[in-house]
């Protein structure tokens, strides 16, 4: 009896040591956004560091929408009323003055030149961008199709996705152009990987209780249920810090747009997917699920090689460790830490080639993560099934 209350008390303790990692590790990931926003933000240093909105936010927020024939004559009309002011002499320059959005005279020109040159000539010109990869395109294809057919192809692939695109909003997007290159939550999610499967098997070798599983037919069960367990864990904790980076981040430059195209975001510019910020986002998740999906199952093996769980811990930090830092010498489409920076797979066009035909890294990256782990998921059923037990009965014989 006291040996059970001894390890239910354990039980409890150790619930509770990872209910308070997780809310540590969330606020840690709340603070790193607003360093993020601070070293990395365009508008944020402003937010964060003086406690106020940028002065050019009353600006944007007057023109940005739909991007019309109107409201660019709006803008350009009212540049062309700022440069007269200031031709005039009437307005002293450190003064400020209600009429203008930020106050100052020189800081709305200097506000409506970055609006006007800066952001809305790359969504009113997107489209001649694609007309000019076309071209660029078809010159490539025309070069290549019979000294190397295989770049033919990638140039046919890069023509095609670039049909029917257009960006019909104004807008900033900030906040989705941090959270597709934000790699920090991956990290932590890591972290609560290894306190929480470095011991899947660890303390059951321990015990003895690996024995008592296997000699009542049960190891096959047991392992399906601890594989589906490390799964859920990871798409909950994935979704869970995918809503928490959105609203951190959102915070800070808001939301909007989300329905927009991908490549409304200038670092997106020549992205081989013609899909919705939404739906980027969608797959950034699905990306991150694969690659610590696989992480979770290096976690697990290693956890089948010893008896000690502290042990099992320092193993797994080390392992992954020593992953992370191999991870710029192994090819892209092989290294499924690549999944977790999405910006690297759809940002711009990347092939492999595959018997002469050029797949997308987007899609390439993914099967092989895919493969790996259930190579992974093999072999640790092959270390736990019964059948080993067996050999190894028959071998002392």
Known sequence: MLKLFGYEFKKNIFKISLLVLLLSLCLVNLYK???????YGTSGYTITMMGERPLG????????????????????AYQNKIEELIASGKYVQTETYD???????????????MIIDEEVKYAYLYPNTMIELRKKSDEYIEFYKDINPYEAKKGELIKNASYNRSIPVYGRYDA???????????FIIVILLIFVFSSTYSNEKATGTDRIIKSCGRAGSTFIAKQLTMLCFVVATVILFAIIDLIGLGFYYGLE????????????QFTPLNISIGTAVILSCLFKIFALAFIGEVIILISTLT???????????????AMIFASPYIPEHLNPFTLISTKKLISDFEFVNVLGNPVPLYIAAPIIALLLTVILAAVCYIRTSPAKRKAKEVKAV
């Open 57 to 76: 936010e009353n600006m944007y927020n007057h023109f940005k929408g739909e991007l019309t024939s109107e409201k660019i004559n709006d803008m350009i």
């Open 33 to 39: 956004h607003m360093e993020t926003v601070r070293y």
């Open 99 to 113: 009429e203008f959005f930020s106050g100052y005279l020189y800081g709305d020109r200097n506000y409506i030149r």
């Open 257 to 268: 747009f989300i329905e927009q195209p991908l490549y409304a975001i200038q670092d997106y």
């Open 176 to 186: 989705f152009s941090l959270f597709l290159d934000y790699e920090f939550s991956a």
């Open 307 to 321: 008896k000690n769980t502290g042990a099992a811990i320092v193993l797994c930090f080390g392992v992954i460790g």
